[in-house]
């Protein structure tokens, strides 16, 4: 069974700062794919950045950006010039390349972003 | 802005109500899930259809069930609603309509669901 583990309950940062959000995983998979959602306050839930395992190269989406250790089963994000509108729920989720499209989610991170 | 809606947003009612959460989406995806999520907590899936006439149980057991008659449609049905089942409800589907990567999902606003 897959596991998904977020260690960090709650994060602050001011806005313009750089914060980065922890997430390990157990799997015994090879070819998987790991995502970090946002969940802001009352609002949908929605993707923010995916990772193939079979790649090396570090995904990248604007101000977002993973550092992806396979070998460790890390998977964090870096937010850089953060914005009040990065305020929400961090959410680190795994799914096996099988075509289910059915995702396992860590516990998650509150992240607030101060003026 | 994804395609997917849930109704009702919040719902509050007494012990052994029979309820139904409603979700639709209009991209057009084959696949559809159900998570549970609690305050504090990560979701947890379950049921999930990858068509119509396509039901299966997620991960965490759960005393409700749903139905897939249309490819647009994923309603979930708790026949008599508990305490326990007190939680917010999320509904997703995922396909090649809208998707920028492979495998990403598309999530409605979510159903709080309190009973009494």
């Known amino acids: 069974a897959q596991t998904v583990t977020q260690s960090q309950p709650e994060m602050s940062v001011q806005e313009a700062e750089t914060v980065t959000l922890s997430c390990t995983y157990d799997?015994?998979?090879?070819?998987?794919?790991l995502f970090w959602y946002k969940q802001p306050p009352s609002r949908q839930m929605i993707l923010v950045i995916r990772?193939?395992?079979?790649?090396?190269q570090n995904a990248t989406e604007n101000r977002f950006s993973v550092n992806f250790q396979k070998a460790a089963k890390s998977f964090s994000l870096k937010i850089s010039d953060s914005q009040l509108g990065d305020t929400a729920m961090y959410f680190c989720a795994f799914m096996k390349h099988d075509n289910t499209d059915k995702l396992i989610f860590g516990t998650g991170t509150r992240l607030q972003v101060f003026p | 802005e994804a395609d997917i809606y849930q109704t009702p947003r919040y719902l509050v009612i007494g012990t052994g109500k029979k309820i139904t959460l409603e979700c639709s989406q209009t991209?057009?995806?084959?696949?559809m899930y159900w998570y549970q999520q609690d305050p504090g907590m990560e979701l947890h899936l379950i049921h999930y259809s990858y068509g119509v006439n396509s039901t299966e149980k997620g991960d965490l057991s759960s005393e409700s069930t749903v139905s897939r008659i249309r490819t647009e449609h994923f309603p979930l049905t708790l026949e008599s609603a508990r305490p326990s089942h007190t939680s917010q409800y999320l509904c997703a589907s995922s396909g090649l309509a809208g998707a920028r990567l492979d495998g990403e999902l598309f999530f409605g606003e979510g159903s709080r669901l309190t009973v009494l």
């Open positions: 799997t015994s998979e090879n070819n998987y794919y």
């Open positions: 990772q193939e395992a079979y790649k090396q």
């Open positions: 991209m057009g995806h084959d696949k």
